[in-house]
């Protein structure tokens, strides 16, 4: 078990990537605190842990709000007696995002608010109880796009991406002697609701398919065992980096046939 005695707090828990996060975490031997709006999906989510002999608990949380991000680490404290493992993952892909020129300034602000600030939020209250717990590891989901432009336009989503790692990076240096890592998990195209949702056509599939040498959309349970490499202390030399779980996507300039 990779994770005995620990207790960590997964926003977006309830589906994709933070759902199977949630239910790894939970084998692993974590205490598990999942913060999301969608309540019945993280009900089940939950359910299935529980069914499992694992503990776990649900907070209805909007990573935009302050007070929410405030209550989520309240909660997990008073739930579970500590916070250890911080993984900031709730994220939205608004169908609206588009190029600069069409994209209207409320899915701006959104996407940003939800994802970036979101982010900031979770690490304002996360960071000191954290401290309190002696250290942790904080795992922030980026994507492959705060490193590549992105040949379908969602520019807001990539802009909020890039700060996100921007801000992984400082954290990591601002906290590392406090024996807290952070570090950003970067995934490339999964088949999870986010994006089949956006890449909504097989036309427009091909056209993110064709980028990437595997030549298929990665699974959420592949960043899963991402993100436990990040939590545990298998990586506890690595903090502040971009770790890249994309099928090769940010390494190839063209793709084989
Ligand atoms: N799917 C991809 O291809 C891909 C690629 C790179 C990065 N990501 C990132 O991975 C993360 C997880 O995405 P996913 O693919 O599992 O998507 P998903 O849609 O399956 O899960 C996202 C979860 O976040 C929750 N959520 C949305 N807004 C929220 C808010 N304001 N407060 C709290 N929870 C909220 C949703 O209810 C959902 O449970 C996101 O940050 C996303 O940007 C996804």
Request: net charge negative; charged share 25%; aromatic share 6%.
């Amino acid at each position: 078990m990779r994770l005995e005695d620990k207790v960590a707090l997964i926003t977006g828990g309830s589906s994709g990537i933070g759902k199977a996060t949630a239910l790894l975490f939970a084998g692993e031997g974590a205490k598990v605190v999942i913060a999301d709006i969608n309540d019945e999906a993280a009900q089940k989510t939950i359910n299935e842990i529980t069914a499992q002999g694992h503990r776990a608990s649900f907070i209805h949380a909007d990573v935009s709000r302050s007070d929410d991000c405030r209550s989520m680490v309240e909660h997990t404290e008073t739930a579970f007696g500590q916070l250890d493992i911080l993984f900031n993952n709730a994220g939205i892909m608004d169908s609206r995002d588009d190029n600069a020129e069409t994209t209207d300034e409320e899915t701006w602000d959104l996407t940003m608010n939800i994802n970036a600030k979101g982010v900031f939020l979770g690490c304002k209250y996360g960071i000191p109880a954290l401290k309190r717990a002696g250290g942790g590891s904080i795992i922030n989901t980026a994507s492959f796009v705060s490193l590549l432009g992105a040949a379908t336009p969602q520019i807001a989503y990539t802009a909020s991406k890039g700060a996100v790692l921007s801000l992984t990076r400082e954290l990591a240096v601002l906290h590392a002697r406090e024996g807290i890592r952070v570090n950003a998990l970067c995934p490339g195209p999964l088949r999870t609701e986010l994006l089949m949702k956006f890449l909504n056509t097989e036309e427009k599939k091909q056209k993110r398919l064709v980028h990437i040498p595997m030549g298929r959309f990665g699974e959420a349970e592949e960043m899963a065992k991402a993100a436990l490499f990040l939590a545990s202390d298998d990586s506890s030399y690595v903090t502040g980096t971009e770790f890249l779980v994309d099928g090769g996507i940010t390494a190839a300039y063209v793709t084989p046939e």
